[in-house]
């Protein structure tokens, strides 16, 4: 018998998002740019959200010869305690999202080294790995948060921002960059680039128990608690 709750994924507000991220996803932000935001409930109960969008960059698309509207990424996995897999959250997420927006062809999305992930989910989704992005700089605050540079670049939405005193511009590692295809001739387009997974870090000193109740990877698959 199927001891699991019921799985409902359905689209939701931008306020659900905004709740789910700044509480039960480590970076406590919502992505400002255009977004497909999919709610996701066990037994009817709210358990966080999966957000998929443009992405950071508008040459996302560039190295695989894609248009702005043929790729999208992945940028927030935002969930509580839940009792399903969080691969099989995202393939039925990617599934609403390819249905809503038939030109997508790929979806891309990161794993933050710096913040001690590695990718798991990507991993036991079956993701194409490709490596790792370029070294960045983030500002660190006082209370050790890391907020994005963009966000004091003086245009738009951020043309009053200043950056908060005491912070500091600190240099941070590359994410690890995964890929899934979402047809045929893109998968086949993209294979050479596939690379070895990575491991999680410290994976062989210590115990599989040990190792997920540890882990810094809030994502890591085969766990209940990504991204309490």
């Not at 740019?33 to 969008?53: A, L, Q, R, T």
Request: aromatic share 8%; net charge positive.
């Amino acid at each position: 018998m199927n001891s699991r709750p019921e799985l409902k994924l359905d689209w939701a507000t931008h306020k659900a998002a905004k709740y789910a991220c700044e509480n039960w996803h480590y970076s406590k932000t919502t992505p400002k740019n255009k977004s497909n935001i999919i709610g996701v409930w066990e037994d009817n109960i709210y358990i966080g959200c999966i957000i998929v969008g443009l992405g950071a960059s508008p040459s996302l698309g560039r190295p695989y010869s894609l248009g702005i509207f043929q790729i999208c990424e992945l940028t927030r996995v935002a969930l509580r305690a839940h009792k399903w897999p969080v691969t099989r959250m995202i393939k039925i997420a990617l599934s609403m999202v390819t249905k809503k927006n038939p030109g997508l062809r790929l979806v891309v999305s990161f794993a933050d080294t710096f913040r001690g992930h590695h990718g798991g989910i990507y991993q036991g989704g079956g993701w194409v790995y490709t490596g790792m992005s370029a070294n960045s700089r983030v500002w660190k605050l006082k209370n050790g948060d890391l907020i994005d540079p963009r966000r004091y670049n003086g245009h738009g939405h951020n043309s009053k921002r200043k950056v908060p005193f005491g912070a500091e511009l600190i240099k941070v590692p590359g994410k690890h960059r995964y890929l899934m295809p979402l047809d045929k001739a893109m998968a086949e387009q993209i294979e050479h680039l596939r690379q070895p997974y990575p491991k999680r870090e410290k994976q062989a000193m210590a115990p599989p128990r040990a190792q997920r109740r540890g882990s810094t990877d809030l994502h890591a698959p085969n766990t209940n608690k990504a991204a309490l």
